[in-house]
């Protein structure tokens, strides 16, 4: 597990937060928020580029839902930390190493096949995090994801109709989703690798069940969808323990350029 | 007669268009909205849904694909040879009529009767 030394770049200051449920809580937001903020972003690049002008639309709408669920996120975050920052503020003032997305996101968004195959891993994760959630005794995070996953069950409907075609093609649309899958696989648990405050987030209610028990509930769900479509079981998570650091070049070049307009002009209201 | 240009079978994988049908509120009847592209049924209605749903100006969504519609080939059928005029009311001028009842009952003609003849 990770300790929240790690996350030293992010400079929230939790003098006074009491036994942790405070700086748990900031946490998980911000993970989440993250999570959804740079698949949001990624996936956004589809737009004017799509496969085909529908499927262009699909993807550009499903990444502006991302944006959104992130966009709410952050609000609870500053609610949560109330330091001034504004939900912009965590969005785009912070160095890449201050982001805390999980290693999966950190893959470029690749070829459409790599797409697919990264919304599958995140979304299916995803779903089960946010099943961890939905009853969740911070009442602003249990309503915000009663909403969220009434918008999240179409988009496993999308990507799972997605991954299905790709798998069942053959050809070069299966190739190419085995090597997304083959490049990823073996970071895609690492959207539900455990947090560092994990036991004041389960002694407080803020999640259902550990981590574990979420990630082998989603390993069972993608297992039977894989073993159907005759694809190769996902490999265990690989270095869980930096599951949220030590972003990538890809990464990094994607955060100069979400960053790049809101660098331009400091201070600047749009 | 039931000649048609319709029902021709779909190849899996290849694209075509799909015609979408929305309902605007309850109570409305489902009025053509324009079509998609798309490989099957799924996709055609996920894309529907982007295309006409998106900004909630539907409540309802059909998609059809357009190869399953049967279409009226011979188009004269569809223009009488014969002077079938009769069988419209255009015929009967009301005006007058109309204009010599409301006298007879007092009352003043209506506002915006643009359309009475």
């Known amino acids: 597990m ?203 209610g803020i999640i259902a069940e550990p981590f574990a028990t979420m990630e082998a509930r989603w390993r069972d769900g993608v297992g039977a969808t894989f073993r159907r479509l005759g694809l190769p079981d996902l490999p265990p998570t690989s270095d869980p323990a930096h599951a949220r650091s030590g972003h990538s070049d890809a990464f990094r070049a994607l955060h100069a350029e979400l960053t790049m307009v809101r660098r331009s002009e400091v201070g600047a209201t749009w | 007669m039931t000649e048609s240009t319709g029902g021709a079978p779909a190849t899996p994988g290849v694209l075509e268009p799909w015609e979408v049908f929305r309902r605007e509120k309850d109570g409305d009847p489902m009025r053509h909205g324009g079509s998609v592209m798309a490989p099957d049924a799924t996709l055609a209605l996920h894309y529907a849904r982007e295309m006409f749903s998106r900004r909630q100006e539907s409540v309802h969504l059909w998609v059809v694909r357009r190869g399953d519609i049967h279409d009226l080939a011979d188009l004269d059928l569809l223009q009488p040879p014969l002077d079938r005029s009769f069988k419209k009311p255009g015929g009967y001028v009301m005006r007058d009529k109309l204009a010599a009842a409301r006298e007879q009952s007092g009352q003043a003609k209506p506002k915006a009767n643009k359309g009475t003849r």
């Not at chain 1, 690749?110 to 599958?120: F, K, P, V």
């Not at chain 1, 009434?150 to 085995?178: K, P």
């Open chain 1, 2 to 204: 990770t300790d929240f030394a790690a996350f030293e770049p992010l400079a929230i200051d939790f003098t006074g937060a009491g036994d942790g449920r405070v700086r748990a809580l900031a946490l998980l937001l911000l993970t989440m928020a993250d999570d959804e903020f740079v698949i949001g972003f990624s996936d956004s690049e589809w737009t004017g580029i799509g496969p085909i002008l529908e499927e262009d639309v699909a993807i550009s709408s499903l990444a502006q839902d991302e944006l959104g669920h992130a966009q709410a996120l952050y609000g609870l975050l500053t609610d949560t930390v109330a330091d001034g920052r504004d939900a912009d503020a965590w969005a785009y003032d912070r160095p890449p190493e201050g982001y805390l997305h999980a290693r999966l996101l950190d893959h470029h968004r690749g070829d459409w096949a790599a797409t697919i195959a990264r919304r599958y891993l995140y979304d299916t994760a995803d779903s089960a995090r946010l099943e961890a959630v939905a009853s969740s005794s911070h009442r602003p995070l249990a309503e915000l994801v009663a909403k969220i996953r009434r918008e999240e069950r179409y988009h496993l409907m999308h990507v799972q109709t997605w991954i299905e075609r790709l798998a069942d093609a053959g050809g070069e649309s299966r190739a190419r989703l085995l090597a997304a899958l083959e490049a990823m696989g073996p970071d895609a648990g690492t959207v539900l690798a455990p947090l560092p405050g994990e036991p004041s987030l389960l002694r407080h």
